[in-house]
């Protein structure tokens, strides 16, 4: 393997074997989330794992449905069917044998906190929130996820698109923590075909500015 393969090796699945995936794999999964980088140490994370497969399809069936009363309440018609066609791939995860769910708490943005003292405008206070340092820390430690599951041979897709159910979520799984709310989800498991589409990437030139 070369130096950087485990990176450009991983791709997203949305569909997987019934192979039970050993609880030292996602413990060691975990882990490597845990060793992201964390803003003052802070570790504004926590991580559910549910391995009850029908507890899954349960979780999948309360973001269909919570999708489909959303829609109902969407009178713009392209809008309405813009989002019932992406309601789908919200529920990939429905047949993997392992979900998890990663929460986040509230973390201070320090720019937005400063800007906000001095009064700034609304316009700029807005901006700080693109820096949003809690929510880079949860991204760090899901990409963390998604790279250390590819390495051991198993298949991810960071979702976010449910976060529309997460209150149903959280009754169905009966976890609370104060301060936490659901960030983002991965299903997890054997990839149920080696040959995955990989979608294009925009040419480094696009995308890269030196400085010098």
Request: proline share 6%; aromatic share 10%.
């Amino acid at each position: 393997m070369k130096r950087l393969d485990f990176i450009y090796d991983r791709v997203s699945i949305r569909s997987y074997k019934e192979d039970k995936v050993p609880r030292e794999d996602i413990i060691e999964i975990i882990k490597a989330g845990t060793y992201a980088p964390s803003g003052k140490n802070l570790q504004n994370w926590h991580f559910v794992v549910v391995t009850d497969k029908d507890k899954v399809r349960e979780i999948a069936n309360i973001v269909e449905k919570k999708g489909a009363d959303l829609s109902e309440g969407i009178h713009d018609k392209e809008a309405r069917d813009s989002f019932r066609k992406m309601l789908p791939y919200y529920t990939v995860f429905k047949n993997a044998p392992i979900l998890i769910l990663v929460y986040g708490s509230d973390y201070p943005n320090g720019e937005y906190n400063v800007l906000d003292l001095v009064g700034a405008s609304k316009e700029e206070k807005k901006k700080a929130l693109f820096s949003d340092p809690g929510i880079q820390n949860i991204g760090a430690a899901m990409e963390n996820i998604l790279l250390a599951a590819s390495a051991l041979g198993y298949g991810t897709c960071w979702m976010a698109g449910p976060n529309f159910a997460r209150e149903e979520i959280k009754s169905c799984i009966g976890f609370e923590k104060e301060g936490f709310e659901l960030v983002c989800m991965t299903p997890l498991g054997v990839p149920s075909d080696k040959k995955h589409p990989r979608p294009s990437r925009k040419p480094i030139e696009e995308v890269l500015s030196f400085i010098d």
